[in-house]
């Protein structure tokens, strides 16, 4: 085999994420909920800021839209996580992995995804001390009152079902 002949074999190789699961499976099903939440939360923030912009131009105010935007946002993005975590598309560097054998390539996107799933540990943690000191504080948005507990917990779900992800990745990877 020449170069050419690896480059052309480089160029056939599919390249990005692994092919969304099966849509019989537990996370095509937490995928697919994750994709109508965040889909939703974004259309509602989109509306929200849109009517904001155009009230400020129609000379009223729309008290709350940055509020309710910042809410949506967190929903939001948690989906992203989420679903990002089941897609394997969260950004890696490949450099060391390309000059690797594929077994110790393996090990280390296996090991990748460990460090992955206690970087979420270790957030999650950091999220439940914090929303168990405030918990009974009764934390409100300034205008809105928009309890501030419930956007905590959906965050902290989000980021117990993305360590939990990365884990089932790492445990029983495809290779």
Do not use: K
């Amino acid at each position: 085999m020449n170069d050419t002949d690896q480059i052309l074999t480089d160029a056939t190789t599919p390249i990005g994420p692994e092919p969304v699961p099966n849509a019989r499976s537990a996370t095509a099903y937490i995928r697919r909920g994750a994709l109508g939440v965040g889909a939703v939360a974004l259309l509602l923030a989109m509306a929200t800021d849109a009517l904001a912009v155009a009230g400020r131009h129609l000379g009223f105010t729309f008290l709350g839209a940055i509020e309710i935007f910042e809410a949506c946002v967190v929903i939001a993005a948690t989906s992203a996580i989420v679903i990002a975590t089941i897609d394997r598309s969260h950004a890696r560097v490949r450099i060391l992995l390309e000059q690797v054998g594929a077994g110790v390539a393996g090990a280390l996107d296996r090991a990748a995804d460990l460090v992955s799933a206690l970087v979420f540990v270790v957030l999650i943690a950091g999220s439940v001390w914090l929303a168990s000191d405030l918990w009974n504080g009764h934390e409100v948005t300034e205008v809105l009152n928009l309890p501030v507990r419930w956007l905590r917990a959906i965050w902290i779900a989000g980021a117990v079902l993305a360590a939990a992800i990365f884990t089932g990745q790492a445990v029983w990877r495809r290779t």
